[in-house]
C-alpha cells in the first residue's frame, strides 16, 4: 500500500473518529448520569434540547437555497466516499506490467510465480510466496519465505536478493522494484507417542 494510500485512509479513518466521537459525547451529555459526573468548566447540552422545533424547521422550509446546498453536499459526500472505497477494493495487483515493445506484456501473476520459484529453489528454504502489488512505474514485491530449521537466515536471503530479486528487477526494468522479504521457520512437526 503506498504512502498517500495510507496516509488518506488513517486521515478519513481519524476525522470519522473525531466526529463520531464529539457527536457521542455531546449526546451523552445530554443524559442526567452523565451530566453529573462532568467537571464544572465542561459545556453541557440542557437535557430539555430539542435539536430543530417545528418553527426553526419552517423557517429552514422558507428559504429556497438551503435544500439544493444539503442535497449537493450529500452528493458529493457520497461521491467521495464511493471513490475511497473504490480505490480501497482495487487492492494494487500488478495485472500486467508493458514491457518496451507496443504489443508486448508481462503478467503480474507470471513475475511473481516466477520469483517464488527461484526462492524456492534457494538451498535451505521450504516454501515460499511472492505478492506483487504497485503500479506500471513503481512495483513492491512481499516476499514470504519459510526457511528449514537448520538453514541459515543470512544466506538465504543474500541469496534472495543476488538472485531472485537482481532478476526481478531486471526483468522489469526502468521501473523500480522494492522487495520486502518476511522470514519464517519450519515448524518441527511433534511426534505423538501411545
Known amino acids: 500500500m503506498s504512502r498517500l494510500r495510507s496516509g488518506a485512509n488513517r486521515t478519513a479513518l481519524l476525522c470519522a473518529a473525531v466526529a463520531l466521537l464529539g457527536a457521542g459525547a ?30 426553526d424547521l419552517g423557517r429552514w422550509r422558507d428559504q429556497g437555497w438551503w ?60 516454501d515460499a ?16 519465505v519459510v526457511l528449514l530449521p537448520d538453514s541459515s537466515p543470512e544466506t538465504v536471503l543474500q541469496m534472495l536478493a543476488r538472485h531472485t530479486v537482481a532478476e526481478a528487477r531486471a526483468a522489469t526494468a526502468p521501473r523500480t522494484l522494492t522487495a520486502d522479504v518476511r522470514l519464517r521457520v519450519q515448524s518441527h512437526k511433534s511426534r505423538r507417542l501411545r
Not at 510466496?129 to 514470504?144: E, F, M, Q, Y
Open 129 to 144: 510466496r511472492v505478492r506483487l502489488r504497485g503500479n506500471s512505474r513503481r512495483l513492491r514485491a512481499r516476499i514470504t
Open 67 to 126: 435544500t439544493p446546498l444539503v442535497i449537493a453536499a450529500l452528493s458529493v459526500g457520497v461521491l467521495l466516499f464511493l471513490g475511497w472505497a473504490v480505490a480501497q477494493l482495487r487492492s494494487g495487483r500488478v495485472r500486467e506490467l508493458p514491457l518496451g515493445q507496443p504489443d508486448v506484456t508481462l503478467s503480474g501473476a507470471a513475475l511473481a510465480a516466477a520469483m517464488a520459484e527461484r526462492a524456492r529453489a534457494i538451498e535451505g528454504v521450504a
Open 26 to 55: 455531546a449526546l451523552a451529555s445530554a443524559t442526567d448520569g452523565v451530566r453529573e459526573r462532568l467537571p464544572a468548566g465542561w459545556p453541557r447540552l440542557g437535557a430539555d434540547r430539542v435539536w430543530l422545533d417545528g418553527r
